[in-house]
């Protein structure tokens, strides 16, 4: 088993490396000079304009360059082109917010998932399982800033039940996990819709494949309560594809933040991504992009570990 999680980890390095490269090569050759984003050049002469691109690593090789911002990421000193701030910290500082949205969207969104689509599967053709494909459609064509958009018309500003924006209630300077509730409401059900709905659609064919099983028909005719058959056999034998698609989406996850942050005003990873990415904050934008890859690899480690559990036949090798 030892040796599977160091091929493992052995296999994301190459990866790591090629993401690193790839964006990289991008933020060189998208247009514009950082450098003109902290200070007007037409108020710079050439040895000032120099100078600041000297303070900012750029006049160096690129080559120099990568393995400097690869070494700064490791060893936390890469620090950002215009607060100075380092980006490790600043990472650091957004990431609890999009974790506690992206856990809490992703945990009702199986759950929910599951429930509905095993209930649908029992009674196919019913009013849960027409409800279930209306919902698919719906997750697959309305975009997340338009369903955001429309429950904050509804919840925000029509009944006022509902704060609009913010991680905190105004005028509080620290984060009560209790006081944020309201906030995180209207983020966790944008979060949450689309990804149920998928998790939903896959649990129903999986649970449907699983009812029509040889062993769970032996089950049931051996006189065992509905409630074992569906815990016993039919759920455990359906957790193998369930837990695929939810390893799938979960990275998912950080992208969907992008626009849930932005709109909800909540200080998270996917907003300041975006920021750095506008400013050309070169430094930000590396160290959020290999973020979200490390993200995706743990996602797929987990999801082996997962299937496992779910079925003991599952040996990783």
Do not use: C
Not at 45 to 62: C, I, K, N, T, V
Not at 158 to 176: E, K, Q, W
């Amino acid at each position: 088993m030892s040796r599977y999680w160091l091929g493992r980890v052995a296999q994301s390095i190459p990866m790591l490396v090629a993401v690193s490269l790839a964006v990289f090569v991008v933020l060189q050759l998208a247009p514009g000079d950082p450098s003109t984003l902290l200070a007007d050049p037409a108020y710079l002469d050439d040895r000032q304009r120099a100078e600041l691109r000297a303070s900012l690593g750029l006049d160096e090789p690129l080559p120099v360059q990568y393995v400097r911002t690869m070494g700064g990421i490791l060893d936390g000193s890469l620090r950002s082109f215009r607060t100075k701030e380092p980006t490790i910290a600043m990472l650091g500082d957004a990431l609890p917010v999009t974790a506690t949205v992206g856990l809490l969207g992703l945990g009702v969104a199986t759950l929910a998932g599951v429930a509905l689509g095993a209930y649908a599967a029992r009674q196919p053709g019913g009013r849960i399982d027409r409800a279930l494909s209306i919902a698919v459609v719906s997750a697959i064509s309305i975009p997340t800033f338009v369903l955001s958009l429309l429950l904050l018309r509804v919840f925000a500003e029509g009944l006022r039940v509902l704060p609009a924006t913010g991680i905190r209630p105004i005028g509080s300077s620290g984060i009560d996990p209790i006081a944020s509730i309201p906030h995180l409401v209207l983020p966790v059900l944008v979060t949450a819709f689309p990804l149920a709905a998928i998790i939903a659609r896959y649990s129903r064919d999986a649970v449907r494949e699983a009812l029509v099983a040889e062993h769970v028909r032996t089950a049931e005719g051996k006189g065992l309560r509905p409630g074992t058959v569906q815990r016993r056999h039919v759920l455990r034998n359906a957790l193998v594809p369930i837990v695929s698609v939810v390893g799938t989406v979960a990275p998912l996850l950080l992208g969907g933040s992008v626009i849930v942050e932005s709109i909800f005003g909540l200080p998270g990873v996917g907003r300041i991504a975006v920021a750095a990415a506008l400013q050309r904050d070169f430094p930000v934008v590396m160290t959020t992009t290999l973020f979200a890859a490390v993200l995706v690899i743990f996602a797929n480690l987990v999801t082996d570990i997962a299937y496992g559990y779910a079925d003991p036949r599952i040996r990783l090798r």
